[in-house]
Nanobody
């Protein structure tokens, strides 16, 4: 599975950005897709995930500001980020997790897309 992410950029505090990620390759029907991020000097952290059945999970720090969605027909996941703050500045990574024939976990990561929130 290959993941192609896009949509990062520079935005002022309070602004919005939308990240997109499309998966290609051998796509299995049930998968969790989502976003993680890593800020300078900080650990990798979960931002949001969404299952094939559209069950979502958010980090507390982004609840109410970010919305994750997916298009199963396109094998794509999106992250709408509103009310962005400087602490949201990070490299955002697209994430894809599924299970193989023997129930083994299979995880894939896209290249990071940089989000910078600054005035």
């Amino acid at each position: 599975v290959q993941l192609q992410a896009s949509g990062g950029g520079l935005v002022q505090p309070g602004g919005s950005l939308r990240l997109s990620c499309e998966a290609s390759g051998t796509i299995l029907r049930f998968a969790i897709m989502g976003w993680y991020r890593q800020a300078p000097g900080k650990q990798h952290e979960l931002v949001a995930t969404i299952t094939t059945l559209r069950i979502t999970n958010y980090a507390d720090s982004v609840k109410g500001r970010f919305t994750i969605s997916r298009d199963n027909a396109k094998d794509a996941v999106y992250l709408q980020m509103n009310s962005l703050q400087p602490e949201d500045t990070a490299l955002y990574y697209c994430y894809y997790k599924t299970w193989g024939t023997y129930s083994e976990e299979l995880e894939y990561w896209g290249q990071g897309t940089l989000v910078t929130v600054s005035s």
